[in-house]
């Protein structure tokens, strides 16, 4: 099923939204007029499409290695606890 108009536009936001400054809550209330809570449910469902993995690559798999954590990162937190 090819990506949705806001499906794109999700990832293009995630893309840059850090280039607009503010709180990333109150841009997605604006943007998308959906609950922060709501989006991140979208986003997470999204990136692990293969048609958005096509579409943006490497913004895919920032977001996935985000979500996920680098399994070495949480042994070594989990060392110093």
């Known amino acids: 099923m090819p990506l949705s108009d806001r499906d794109r536009e999700i990832l293009a936001f995630e893309g840059e939204w850090r280039r ?30 293969p048609e958005a993995l096509a579409h943006d690559p490497m913004l895919v798999r920032r977001l996935r290695r985000l979500r996920d954590g680098d399994p070495r ?9």
């Open 20 to 49: 607009h400054g503010g709180a990333k809550e109150e841009a997605i209330r604006s943007a998308f007029d959906m609950p922060p809570a709501r989006y991140y449910q979208l986003l997470g469902r999204l990136i692990d499409r």
């Open 73 to 81: 990162t949480r042994l070594d937190r989990a060392a110093t606890l």
